[in-house]
C-alpha cells in the first residue's frame, strides 16, 4: 500500500505546478490579559494583542483562504526601552501592513516558496520602513510581517491540496529551494534532511526574572485561583516537567543563585534532574564581559556541577548589535570552555545562521515569527553540517523557542514546523502566563476541543476553558500532525475584532 506522501508524489504530480497570489487580506484582533506578569528582559508583559491574518489566495484561480496568527510582544524585536508600548503596536502593524501591500503587488508566483523570496525581498529592501529618527527598521522586525504572509500562504495552499505541511514540504508542493538560501545545501532536498515528525514533544517550561518559584514567593493577596499551577514547583508537579528555560540575570551572584534555586526546587518536585537553556536575553554589550561573568559563575562549584548534568545551551547572551561582529568571533573562537551557544533575536536574515556557526556558535533557535522557509532550511542546514562535522567542531544544535505563543492558530502552525524539524523539545510559555483559550468566544473553544482534543483538556475552572494537556512533560501532536498547517477548527472572522485602520 503507498504512503499518503507516495500517492501526492505520484498521483498528484500536476499539484506541483501551482500558482499562487495574494487576492486579499483582513486583520482581526483580540486583546489578552495575562494571569500573571511575564517579566523577560526589558519589559514585563501584562496585556497582549493575538493578532490574526485571514488572507485569501488565488491558487490556479481557485479562492483559497489562509489563516496566520501571533502575539504583537513588546520589547523584543527591538530593545528600545524608551519607546512606549502603543508605539511598537502601532509600528508592527506597520510592517504588517507594508508585507501585505508588498504581497498584493506580486503577480502569481509558481511556488510558495518564490512567492516568499519574492516578498521577502521586497519587504527587506523598502526604504520606508525607518523608526522615528529616520533609521531603518531591524530585518527581525520588518522579516515579521513577511511571515505571517508566508504563513498564510502555507496555509492556502495546503488546504487548497488537501493536504499536511509535512507532506507538501517534503513532496516539492512548496518548492523550497534550500541551495538558494544556504549554497551548501545546493545538491540537497528537504526530504534528504528532514527527520521523522516528533508525535510527542517535551515541553521547556520558562521561569522569567519575577517567577515565583514556590507559594512562599507569591505576595499576600496575589494567589490564583484559576485552576492553572502558579508557581515553579506546582507546575512541575503538575505537569511532570523535566526541561526549563531559565531567564538569566547579568550579574553573577544573582545568575547563581537564581539558577540554583530553579535547579533546586524543579528537581525536588519532579525527583530526575532538571534538563535546561539558559536565556541572556542580550544583556551583554561584549562577548569579553560575557566571558567574564560567565567565569565568575563557574568558580560555584555547584553551578558548573549543574551546569555539567543538565545544560542544552545559552542562548543569546550578546546585544545583537555585537553578536555576530568579527570582534565577537575572536573573543568565542579562542574560548576553550565556552557552553554550547546559539543565536536567537540574531537571527534576522537568510545568511546570519552561517555567520553565527562562523562566529563560534553552534546553531540557532526556531519560531515561525522569524520565517517558517528558512527555519526549515536553517535545521537542513544544521543537520547537513552534523553530518559531515569538521574537525574540533561542537555538534550542532537547534532549539525551539517562543513568543508567547497562544492558540489555536500561532501555538499550532509554531509546533507543526517544530515537529517537523525533529524537535524533542520546545520552549512553552503562552499556556503558563495565559489562562488557557479563555481568550476565544465560547464557540471556538468548544470547536477548538473536537478537532484537538489531544492537546488540550477542559480545565477544571467554572466555567471551564480549554488548556494545554500537557501529560509527563510532554505534549501530544498528532492533530497537530494531521491538519492542514497545525489547527483544523473553523475561526469565523466575525469572532474576532477588526483591527482599526487607524492603528
Given at each position: 500500500m503507498q504512503s499518503e506522501r507516495t500517492r501526492f508524489a505520484v498521483d498528484d504530480e500536476s499539484r506541483l505546478q501551482m500558482t499562487i497570489q495574494l487576492a486579499r487580506w483582513e486583520l482581526r484582533h483580540v486583546e489578552v490579559q495575562?494571569?500573571?506578569?511575564?517579566?523577560?528582559?526589558?519589559?514585563?508583559?501584562?496585556?497582549?494583542?493575538?493578532?490574526?491574518?485571514?488572507?485569501?489566495?488565488?491558487?490556479?484561480?481557485?479562492?483559497?483562504?489562509?489563516?496566520?496568527?501571533?502575539?504583537?510582544?513588546?520589547?523584543?524585536?527591538?530593545?528600545?526601552?524608551?519607546?512606549?508600548?502603543?508605539?511598537?503596536?502601532?509600528?508592527?502593524?506597520?510592517?504588517?501592513?507594508?508585507?501585505?501591500?508588498?504581497?498584493?503587488?506580486?503577480?502569481?508566483?509558481?511556488?510558495?516558496?518564490?512567492?516568499?523570496?519574492?516578498?521577502?525581498?521586497?519587504?527587506?529592501?523598502?526604504?520606508?520602513?525607518?523608526?522615528?529618527?529616520?533609521?531603518?527598521?531591524?530585518?527581525?522586525?520588518?522579516?515579521?510581517?513577511?511571515?505571517?504572509?508566508?504563513?498564510?500562504?502555507?496555509?492556502?495552499?495546503?488546504?487548497?491540496?488537501?493536504?499536511?505541511?509535512?507532506?507538501?514540504?517534503?513532496?516539492?508542493?512548496?518548492?523550497?529551494?534550500?541551495?538558494?538560501?544556504?549554497?551548501?545545501?545546493?545538491?540537497?532536498?528537504?526530504?534528504?534532511?528532514?527527520?521523522?515528525?516528533?508525535?510527542?514533544?517535551?515541553?521547556?517550561?520558562?521561569?522569567?526574572?519575577?517567577?515565583?518559584?514556590?507559594?512562599?514567593?507569591?505576595?499576600?493577596?496575589?494567589?490564583?485561583?484559576?485552576?492553572?499551577?502558579?508557581?515553579?514547583?506546582?507546575?512541575?508537579?503538575?505537569?511532570?516537567?523535566?526541561?526549563?528555560?531559565?531567564?538569566?540575570?547579568?550579574?553573577?551572584?544573582?545568575?547563581?543563585?537564581?539558577?540554583?534555586?530553579?535547579?533546586?526546587?524543579?528537581?525536588?518536585?519532579?525527583?530526575?534532574?532538571?534538563?535546561?537553556?539558559?536565556?541572556?536575553?542580550?544583556?551583554?554589550?561584549?562577548?569579553?564581559?560575557?566571558?567574564?561573568?560567565?567565569?565568575?559563575?563557574?568558580?560555584?562549584?555547584?553551578?558548573?556541577?549543574?551546569?555539567q548534568r543538565g545544560l542544552i545551551a545559552v542562548e543569546q547572551p550578546l546585544h545583537r548589535d555585537v553578536a555576530l561582529c568579527e570582534a565577537t568571533r575572536d573573543e568565542l573562537r579562542t574560548w576553550a570552555d565556552a557552553p554550547p551557544l546559539i543565536i536567537d533575536e540574531s537571527d534576522a536574515e537568510l545568511t546570519s545562521l552561517p555567520i553565527a556557526l562562523d562566529r563560534g556558535y553552534v546553531g540557532t533557535s526556531h519560531k515561525n515569527c522569524k520565517g517558517v522557509l528558512k527555519g526549515i532550511a536553517n535545521g537542513c542546514l544544521l543537520e547537513w553540517r552534523r553530518r559531515q562535522p569538521a574537525s574540533g567542531d561542537r555538534p550542532p544544535l537547534l532549539t525551539g523557542e517562543d513568543l508567547m505563543n497562544l492558540g489555536p492558530v500561532a501555538l499550532q502552525q509554531d509546533l507543526a514546523v517544530a515537529a517537523t524539524l525533529g524537535l524533542q523539545h520546545v520552549e512553552r510559555n503562552g499556556h503558563h502566563f495565559v489562562t488557557g483559550l479563555r481568550h476565544l468566544p465560547p464557540e471556538t473553544q468548544q470547536d477548538v476541543m473536537e478537532h484537538h482534543d489531544d492537546l488540550y483538556r477542559w480545565s477544571t475552572a467554572d466555567p471551564p476553558f480549554p488548556s494545554l494537556a500537557i501529560d509527563g512533560g510532554q505534549i501530544a501532536l498528532d492533530s497537530v500532525l494531521a491538519s492542514p498547517f497545525g489547527y483544523r477548527c473553523p475561526l469565523p472572522r466575525e469572532a474576532f475584532a477588526p483591527v482599526d485602520d487607524a492603528v
Amino acid at each position: 500500500m503507498q504512503s499518503e506522501r507516495t500517492r501526492f508524489a505520484v498521483d498528484d504530480e500536476s499539484r506541483l505546478q501551482m500558482t499562487i497570489q495574494l487576492a486579499r487580506w483582513e486583520l482581526r484582533h483580540v486583546e489578552v490579559q495575562t494571569r500573571m506578569p511575564f517579566r523577560y528582559g526589558i519589559a514585563t508583559l501584562t496585556r497582549v494583542p493575538y493578532l490574526l491574518v485571514y488572507a485569501d489566495f488565488l491558487i490556479d484561480g481557485m479562492l483559497v483562504e489562509g489563516v496566520a496568527a501571533d502575539v504583537l510582544p513588546p520589547k523584543w524585536f527591538t530593545k528600545r526601552p524608551e519607546m512606549p508600548l502603543e508605539s511598537e503596536i502601532r509600528e508592527m502593524l506597520r510592517v504588517i501592513r507594508s508585507a501585505a501591500a508588498h504581497a498584493e503587488s506580486l503577480s502569481a508566483q509558481p511556488t510558495v516558496y518564490r512567492w516568499w523570496r519574492e516578498l521577502y525581498e521586497l519587504q527587506q529592501s523598502d526604504m520606508s520602513l525607518v523608526d522615528a529618527s529616520g533609521e531603518a527598521l531591524p530585518p527581525l522586525l520588518t522579516g515579521f510581517g513577511v511571515s505571517l504572509f508566508e504563513r498564510a500562504a502555507v496555509d492556502a495552499m495546503c488546504r487548497a491540496n488537501a493536504t499536511t505541511w509535512a507532506i507538501s514540504l517534503r513532496s516539492g508542493l512548496l518548492g523550497l529551494d534550500l541551495g538558494e538560501i544556504h549554497p551548501a545545501l545546493r545538491d540537497a532536498t528537504p526530504d534528504q534532511l528532514l527527520p521523522t515528525p516528533t508525535r510527542r514533544m517535551h515541553v521547556r517550561h520558562t521561569i522569567g526574572l519575577a517567577d515565583p518559584l514556590t507559594l512562599g514567593d507569591v505576595p499576600a493577596g496575589e494567589t490564583l485561583d484559576d485552576a492553572l499551577p502558579q508557581t515553579l514547583e506546582q507546575s512541575v508537579s503538575a505537569y511532570q516537567l523535566t526541561h526549563f528555560k531559565i531567564k538569566l540575570p547579568s550579574d553573577p551572584a544573582e545568575a547563581v543563585d537564581r539558577t540554583l534555586r530553579v535547579l533546586s526546587v524543579a528537581e525536588q518536585a519532579s525527583g530526575k534532574p532538571p534538563r535546561f537553556t539558559l536565556d541572556g536575553n542580550e544583556a551583554f554589550a561584549t562577548a569579553a564581559q560575557f566571558i567574564d561573568m560567565w567565569r565568575d559563575c563557574l568558580s560555584n562549584s555547584r553551578f558548573a556541577a549543574a551546569l555539567q548534568r543538565g545544560l542544552i545551551a545559552v542562548e543569546q547572551p550578546l546585544h545583537r548589535d555585537v553578536a555576530l561582529c568579527e570582534a565577537t568571533r575572536d573573543e568565542l573562537r579562542t574560548w576553550a570552555d565556552a557552553p554550547p551557544l546559539i543565536i536567537d533575536e540574531s537571527d534576522a536574515e537568510l545568511t546570519s545562521l552561517p555567520i553565527a556557526l562562523d562566529r563560534g556558535y553552534v546553531g540557532t533557535s526556531h519560531k515561525n515569527c522569524k520565517g517558517v522557509l528558512k527555519g526549515i532550511a536553517n535545521g537542513c542546514l544544521l543537520e547537513w553540517r552534523r553530518r559531515q562535522p569538521a574537525s574540533g567542531d561542537r555538534p550542532p544544535l537547534l532549539t525551539g523557542e517562543d513568543l508567547m505563543n497562544l492558540g489555536p492558530v500561532a501555538l499550532q502552525q509554531d509546533l507543526a514546523v517544530a515537529a517537523t524539524l525533529g524537535l524533542q523539545h520546545v520552549e512553552r510559555n503562552g499556556h503558563h502566563f495565559v489562562t488557557g483559550l479563555r481568550h476565544l468566544p465560547p464557540e471556538t473553544q468548544q470547536d477548538v476541543m473536537e478537532h484537538h482534543d489531544d492537546l488540550y483538556r477542559w480545565s477544571t475552572a467554572d466555567p471551564p476553558f480549554p488548556s494545554l494537556a500537557i501529560d509527563g512533560g510532554q505534549i501530544a501532536l498528532d492533530s497537530v500532525l494531521a491538519s492542514p498547517f497545525g489547527y483544523r477548527c473553523p475561526l469565523p472572522r466575525e469572532a474576532f475584532a477588526p483591527v482599526d485602520d487607524a492603528v
